[in-house]
């Protein structure tokens, strides 16, 4: 799994570097590489104060994956999982605004965005060493779990509470959206008005190049690891991808992937390959491109049609792209794919 987040990344920075005008090449910009909140992070600055904007950044991740971490025993969703259906839990501001984000996303979303269906993620193995099928039965004790209104927040004294025993939460899908806010608001506060903030695919770039020309972040061909199947131009904003092709394990020679449909406890099965965000809230982002693999293309395009806030770029098992009107001048199809091009409108 590493080493396929890794070639990606790498194929991003390829196209960040190809893209990039003489005047601002990626040597020019300060850089720094880690590995935290389970993926491999790049980040790269331009200006004079870009490695010390950098440092803080990094700090800000590592501080974060102490917070939200499902594993780390002293993290605080560690806490609030390990006492569950027991006592409520003191949370930090960080932590408590994303659990009561992710609970009005629940709302926005209609229940395809639930931080409560860890208990189902575990059993299929994602968050665990050794991937697994579970049985059907298993799912549907696990899809008990599963529940929305026994999670608890009180925002007079900060604290989060899982009303029943075995039940978890897992914000893997909202948190690394989030610390690319985090990472965007501590570069802008140190002057930065150049930099490229890549976590795990999850890309957020701030201002232009600094020839003025905007960023260029390739769409991966979910259908050739090796291909893309397009580039947004874009500047101050989060491009931010769910795939199918991004975790997934084999057996019986069938495929199952990582994004789980929270009312079956099952892969989703929406007939889409990808969804890509674009998005100048990392957090929001993060959730759209997991929750709407889940709601599929048609209830997708809902989401977009009632918000004003986001586009989307859906790529289909059958080898089409539709793309939301807003987004539509800002894409470019790459000339060696074979996928029919769609644009949304309101």
């Known amino acids: 799994m590493k080493k396929r987040i890794l070639a990606m990344i790498i194929a991003i920075c390829f196209i960040f570097s190809a893209c990039q005008q003489q005047k601002n090449t990626i040597q020019d910009m300060a850089q720094i590489q880690m590995f935290a909140m389970d993926t491999f992070i790049d980040l790269k600055a331009a200006g004079e104060n870009g490695q010390q904007a950098l440092l803080k950044a990094e700090k800000e991740i590592n501080h974060l994956e102490q917070l939200f971490s499902t594993t780390l025993e002293k993290s605080e969703i560690y806490a609030i999982n390990q006492n569950a259906g027991i006592a409520p839990i003191t949370v930090t501001e960080d932590t408590f605004y994303l659990i009561q984000k992710a609970k009005q996303y629940y709302e926005f979303t209609d229940g395809a965005f639930d931080i409560t269906i860890a208990p189902v993620v575990k059993a ?36 989060v509470f899982l009303e029943k025993q075995n039940m978890a939460i897992d914000l893997g899908g909202i948190a690394k959206g989030y610390a690319s806010d ?13 930099a490229v903030i890549s976590l795990g695919g999850n890309v957020s770039v701030i201002g232009k190049k600094e020839d003025g020309s905007k960023w260029k972040v390739a769409i991966q061909d979910p259908l050739n690891e090796q291909g893309f199947a397009g580039v947004l131009e874009v500047e101050d904003t989060c491009v931010i991808t769910s795939g199918v092709y991004q975790r997934f394990f084999e057996q019986y020679g069938k495929r ?27 957090t929001m ?4 491109s997991t929750s709407i693999m889940v709601a599929g293309l048609e209830k ?9 806030d986001f586009g989307v770029i859906f790529i289909t098992e059958e080898k089409e ?9 800002l894409f470019t199809l790459d000339e060696d794919t074979a996928y029919k091009v769609s644009v949304i409108k309101k």
């Open 321 to 329: 792209i539709y793309i939301t009107e807003d987004i539509s001048d």
């Open 256 to 282: 199952y992937h990582h994004i789980i449909d929270t009312k079956t406890g099952k892969p989703a099965e929406t007939g889409l390959l990808s969804v890509t965000i674009v998005c100048k809230n990392g």
């Open 300 to 308: 997708g395009s809902e989401l977009w049609k009632k918000s004003q």
């Open 182 to 194: 985090k990472v965007n608001e501590i570069l802008k506060q140190e002057g930065i008005t150049s």
């Open 285 to 288: 982002a993060d959730m759209l």
């Open 124 to 159: 299929w193995g994602f968050t665990e060493e050794q991937k697994r099928v579970p049985s059907e039965q298993e799912i549907q004790q696990k899809l008990e779990l599963v529940n929305q209104n026994k999670l608890h927040i009180d925002a007079e004294n900060n604290t």
